[in-house]
C-alpha cells in the first residue's frame, strides 16, 4: 500500500509527466504572454507608481532594469556598458543635442569650431543611398564584402550572417574598410549614392577615411576614447544608435571628463562631432544598424585647441593615460599649440 502523502507535501516528477497534453500546450502559450506583461506592463507600472514615491534617481535605475530585462529576453548578446558605466551615464547633461538643418558652411564651420556636437537633418534623406542601404540589401548585392567583426574576426558577410538576410547570429557588429580585398571597391561604389555635403570642403569621398558599420540589435560600442584628432561625421542609414559624448573640459591645471550628453541617432540624421573625445554607442531600435563614419577635417575645434593648449604636454598625457586611451601620447600629435585667437 503506497505511503500517504502528507496535506503539504508537492506531487513527484512523475505525476507531473503524466498531466495531460492540453495542460502542457496551455502552459506553453501562457508563459510567453506572461513574460511579456511582466516587462511591457508590470515593471513599468510599479517603475511609474515609485517615481512619486521614491524620487526620479530610482526610477532611472528602474527604467535600467527593464531595459536590461528586454535586452536579455530578445537577445543573447552581452551588455555593450556594465553597470559602471551605465550609472556614469544616468549623471548626464541635461541639455539636448543641437538639431540644425542643412546649414551654409559659415555655420557649419562656426559650429564646429565650438567642440559641442550637433546633427544636421534632412541631408541624407536625400541620398540615393537612404532607404535602400541597410543590412539585408548589403548581405544580398554585396556578399563578398568583408566585414571586421569585434568579436569573432574577419569573415565574408554572408558567412557572418549565414543567409540572405542580415541576422543576428552570434551578436555581429563590426566594419567594413578599404583597407582588406575587395572592400575598396565596394565602398566606392556605396559612395558614389550619398552626395558630399558642400560644407565639408571636399569635392568628393575619400575612400581611407571611411568606415561602414553594421550593428546587430543588442550591440554597440562600450564607452571609449576616440584618440584620433579632427572632426567626424557619422551618417545614419538605417536603425537607431543612441550615442553619449563625454568632452575633457579644464579644472585648475588639469583635465577632466565634463557630462556626457546622451542622444538618439535615427536614420536620415548626419551626426557631426569632434575626436578626442569619450564616446559609446549601442544599438536602441529591433533592427540591424548601418552607418558610415568619416573623417572630414584633421584639425580638431578652436574651442578644444584653446582646452588643450592651456594645460602642460605631461598633462595633457596623463590625463589619456587615465582615460584609458591605447595611445596616450596622441594628444601631442595634434595641432593644440595654436588657439583659436591666433588662427
Known amino acids: 500500500m503506497p505511503a500517504h502523502r502528507q496535506k503539504h507535501e508537492l ?12 495542460t502542457w500546450i496551455l502552459l506553453a502559450t501562457t508563459l510567453p504572454i506572461s513574460v511579456f506583461m511582466l516587462v511591457h506592463v508590470t515593471i513599468p507600472f510599479f517603475a511609474h507608481v515609485l517615481s512619486f514615491t521614491t524620487g526620479v534617481g530610482n526610477f532611472d535605475d528602474w527604467g535600467h532594469m527593464l531595459s536590461d530585462l528586454q535586452q536579455n529576453l530578445g537577445h543573447d548578446c552581452p551588455p555593450v556598458l556594465d553597470d559602471e558605466a551605465r550609472l556614469q551615464l544616468a549623471a548626464h547633461s541635461s541639455s539636448d543635442i543641437l538639431r540644425v538643418a542643412m546649414p551654409t558652411s ?25 532607404d535602400t542601404y541597410d543590412c539585408t540589401y548589403l548581405v544580398r548585392n554585396f556578399p563578398e564584402a568583408q566585414l571586421l ?17 542580415y541576422r543576428p547570429i552570434d551578436c555581429s557588429a563590426g566594419v567594413i574598410d578599404g583597407n582588406f580585398r575587395d572592400n575598396n571597391k565596394f565602398i ?24 561602414m558599420l553594421l550593428n546587430a540589435r543588442g550591440t554597440g560600442e562600450p564607452t571609449h576614447v576616440q584618440n584620433a584628432c579632427g572632426g567626424f561625421l557619422t551618417a545614419q542609414l538605417s536603425g537607431v544608435m543612441t550615442w553619449s559624448i563625454t568632452r575633457p573640459v579644464q579644472v585648475d591645471e588639469s583635465l577632466e571628463w565634463g557630462k556626457p550628453i546622451v542622444f538618439e541617432l535615427h536614420a536620415g540624421d548626419l551626426l557631426v562631432w569632434p575626436g578626442t573625445v569619450r564616446l559609446h554607442r549601442e544599438v536602441s531600435s529591433h533592427e540591424c544598424v548601418f552607418s558610415m563614419d568619416y573623417g572630414f577635417t584633421e584639425q580638431l575645434p578652436h574651442d578644444m585647441q584653446e582646452t588643450y593648449a592651456d594645460v602642460h604636454a605631461r598633462e595633457r598625457t596623463a590625463f589619456f593615460a587615465r582615460a584609458g586611451a591605447d595611445n596616450w601620447d596622441f594628444i601631442n600629435k595634434c595641432d593644440v599649440g595654436l588657439t583659436s585667437k591666433q588662427m
Open 188 to 211: 566606392s561604389d556605396w559612395l558614389s549614392d550619398m552626395a558630399v555635403p558642400a560644407f565639408v570642403r571636399e569635392k568628393s569621398w575619400k575612400a581611407n577615411k571611411v568606415k
Open 149 to 165: 567583426d569585434w568579436k569573432t574576426g574577419r569573415h565574408k558577410m554572408l558567412a557572418v550572417v549565414g543567409g540572405d538576410t
Open 106 to 130: 559659415q555655420h557649419f564651420w562656426k559650429l564646429y569650431n565650438t567642440g559641442q556636437p550637433f546633427i544636421v537633418t534632412g541631408f541624407v534623406k536625400e541620398w540615393r543611398a537612404f
Open 11 to 22: 506531487p513527484s516528477v512523475d505525476h507531473l509527466v503524466r498531466l495531460p497534453a492540453c
